[in-house]
């Protein structure tokens, strides 16, 4: 019995496909991955070395999200609170600031078109350098996946969708619509975290408090197990 956890591992629908990916590459009795702890549990008859199956779990990781690491344990802040179940830092400071330049040059460009009449070329000009940088740093997450599913043949997920829906829009012209379709899948996506990772601290909390062993009596002899 093999059990890893699944660092940054952020989307229920993410975890039953690192499953479905796990059972078809590793020899197993079973396998279960558990999105409210971050658990993955492996119970297999071939003796794996333990490193390289970790590999091997962090590869089938990688097929669907590139973020997520795989660990003998979650690491831990000083008040015992998981690491894991806080919402990347670096990810929110990446829409602030995506979403900040995105709005600056939004209003700048109808101030300009509208209040001054600047010739069309100029405004494609501020189109391009104000609103594609944005676009990646708010859409670079959703690429990465999308350009990943694709190379592991597997296609029309969420994240294919909105990659082709906001692309196709740049394309068009259509570059508020583009930046406004990101940013609130972005907020959803925020929000949804937000919610989960709530749900998420207090089934671990309640699954912390449960007895490290149980008592069973077969024929009269007590044994003890795992519960």
Same mark, same amino acid.
């Given at each position: 019995r093999y059990l890893f956890y699944l660092e940054n591992l952020d989307c229920a629908n993410c975890a039953a496909k690192i499953e479905r990916i796990c059972k078809r590459n590793i020899v197993h009795e079973s396998i279960v991955v558990d999105f409210a702890t971050l658990k993955i549990?492996?119970? %297999?008859? &071939?003796?794996y070395d333990r490193h390289e199956l970790k590999m091997? $779990?962090?590869e089938n990781a990688e097929m669907v999200d590139r973020h997520i690491e795989v660990k003998d344990k979650l690491k831990k802040k000083a008040n015992g609170e998981d690491v894991s179940f &806080?919402?990347? +830092?670096k990810k929110k400071?990446? *829409? @602030?600031i995506g979403i900040s330049v995105f709005?600056? =040059?939004f209003i700048l460009k109808n101030v300009l078109k509208y209040g =001054? /009449?600047?010739d069309s070329y100029w405004i494609l000009l501020l189109i391009y350098v104000g609103y594609v940088p944005s676009y990646l740093?708010?859409? +670079?997450?959703?690429? @990465? !996946?999308?350009? /990943?599913?694709?190379? /592991? &043949?597997? =296609? *029309?997920?969420? /994240? @294919?969708? #909105? !990659?082709?829906? %906001? $692309? #196709?829009?740049?394309?068009?012209?259509?570059?508020d619509e583009?930046?406004? $379709?990101?940013?609130?899948?972005?907020?959803?996506?925020m929000c949804q975290q937000y919610a989960v990772n709530y749900s998420r601290k207090s089934i671990a909390s309640l699954v912390n408090i449960r007895p490290d062993v149980a008592v069973i009596e077969i024929d009269g002899k007590r044994e003890t197990i795992d519960p």
């Open positions: 549990v492996i119970e %297999t008859t &071939k003796q091997q $779990v962090q &806080k919402i990347d +830092k400071t990446e *829409f @602030f709005f600056f =040059f =001054f /009449n600047i740093l708010l859409a +670079k997450d959703i690429l @990465f !996946a999308a350009l /990943n599913n694709l190379k /592991n &043949k597997r =296609f *029309f997920d969420e /994240n @294919f969708l #909105m !990659a082709l829906a %906001t $692309v #196709m829009a740049l394309c068009c012209g259509l570059y583009a930046l406004f $379709v990101i940013i609130f899948y972005s907020i959803g996506e």
